[in-house]
């Protein structure tokens, strides 16, 4: 079955009635963990982003503190691969530039805190670097103050 555009979905979805889309909301929210978390931020802490990045920031403290396994580097890379990916989902959830740039310096903060050995692997060189690409992607399309101040966080972690 070939999926159909959004347009011919927007169109679609304009035709329903309040019950109805709600009905539709509930079965996508049951179908799918990923469309209930969506749906979950969306309803619930799309108005507050500056929250939405806090709450992103307690739960990945409280996961550098509990869950990265840093007794080998097998573990210690998947666990960073399972936080990163995790992590993305989250900043893709907001669709801002702002959280994007907090949470993945907070991640990188997370890191250097936590003291692992990211310069052994390959695999977690290129997550830090990839991280980094990122940040410096999304503070070139902010305003020049918030640049500024981003840019000067962001050379803190090459000293």
Not at 38 to 53: C, H, K, M, P, Q
Not at 67 to 89: A, C, M, P, T, V
Not at 127 to 141: G, P, Q
């Amino acid at each position: 079955m070939k999926a159909l555009s959004i347009n011919e979905l927007k169109k679609e979805l304009t035709q329903k009635s309040p019950t109805e889309l709600q009905d539709i909301c509930l079965k996508l929210a049951k179908f799918d963990n990923k469309s209930k978390e969506y749906l979950s931020f969306i309803l619930f802490e799309a108005n507050d982003i500056e929250g939405y990045t806090l709450k992103i920031k307690d739960e990945m403290d409280k996961a550098f503190l509990n869950e990265i396994d840093n007794f080998s580097y097998y573990y210690l890379k998947k666990s960073l691969q399972k936080h990163f990916k995790h992590i993305n989902k989250l900043i893709k959830f907001s669709a801002n530039k702002q959280v994007e740039v907090e949470t993945l310096l907070h991640w990188l903060y997370c890191i250097k805190k936590a003291n692992l050995p990211m310069q052994t692997s390959k695999v977690l060189i290129n997550m830090r670097l990839r991280a980094i690409t990122r940040i410096e992607k999304a503070i070139l399309k902010m305003h020049e103050d918030l640049q500024f101040d981003y840019q000067q966080q962001l050379e803190k972690f090459f000293l």
